[in-house]
């Protein structure tokens, strides 16, 4: 299995995964994404592949630094492959998918 193998398997995934998962059709922009970090009663947002989450109500963002590493209200696409778990983190019960993320 080469390298492209995992890329196609990968995009199938994605794709399985988010026809699977209700997104709703709510638009988010980067600076409603960074002003969602659990500050002053507001929820706390990540993004991830273009999909922003709220994880307000999980456990790991409780005290609003995911593992000591992650802050609320930043995209986290880049972070994902070095997470010790991969993207069926955001079938948790606790994590809600709210919308897209408008990129500029």
Request: glycine share 6%; proline share 6%; with cysteine.
């Amino acid at each position: 299995m080469n390298l492209g193998d995992f890329s196609f398997i990968n995009t199938l995934f994605n794709t399985l995964y988010n026809s699977a998962m209700s997104i709703p059709d709510r638009i988010i922009t980067e600076a409603e994404l960074r002003r969602n970090t659990g500050e002053r009663g507001t929820r706390k947002f990540i993004a991830y592949d273009g999909i922003i989450y709220d994880v307000t109500d999980c456990p790991k963002w409780r005290l609003d630094l995911h593992e000591n590493l992650h802050f609320p209200g930043q995209d986290l696409t880049s972070e994902l492959p070095e997470a010790p778990h991969k993207e069926e983190v955001f079938s948790r019960p606790c994590v809600k998918a709210i919308g897209k993320l408008l990129t500029t």
